[in-house]
């Protein structure tokens, strides 16, 4: 268990994303309370929403399961986006050269504190 019991943490790994996108969803939840963040995450247009919702989700859940927390007590207190594997693939191009294209992937990890 948590040496800290007010805390319940949650992870996305291999989400097929750049981080960097990722971070600028997590930097408008980041501090928010947790039904809040579920609002803004709902009504945001970019894509990285989806995986991030699924994460605090999670997060909440983990509370309410493992920890006995009630979930409209719970704010974020950490969200950040790390780098995972890069996929590393090619497209032919002329004169039998290779382009080389990237396909970043990160980590996502939300932490939900009580008030």
Known sequence: MNENQTEAKAFGRYI???PNKV???LNQI???NYKDALMLLEFMPYRACG???QVI???AANAQNNLNIDKENLYISEAFADQGPV???????AQGTGYGIRKPTCHISITLAVK
Request: proline share 9%; aromatic share 14%; net charge positive.
């Open 57 to 59: 989700y999670s997060a």
């Open 87 to 93: 996929l590393r693939r090619f497209r032919p191009r």
């Open 23 to 25: 971070r600028r969803v």
């Open 16 to 18: 097929r994303m750049s």
């Open 51 to 53: 995986p991030v919702w």
């Open 30 to 32: 980041r501090g928010k």
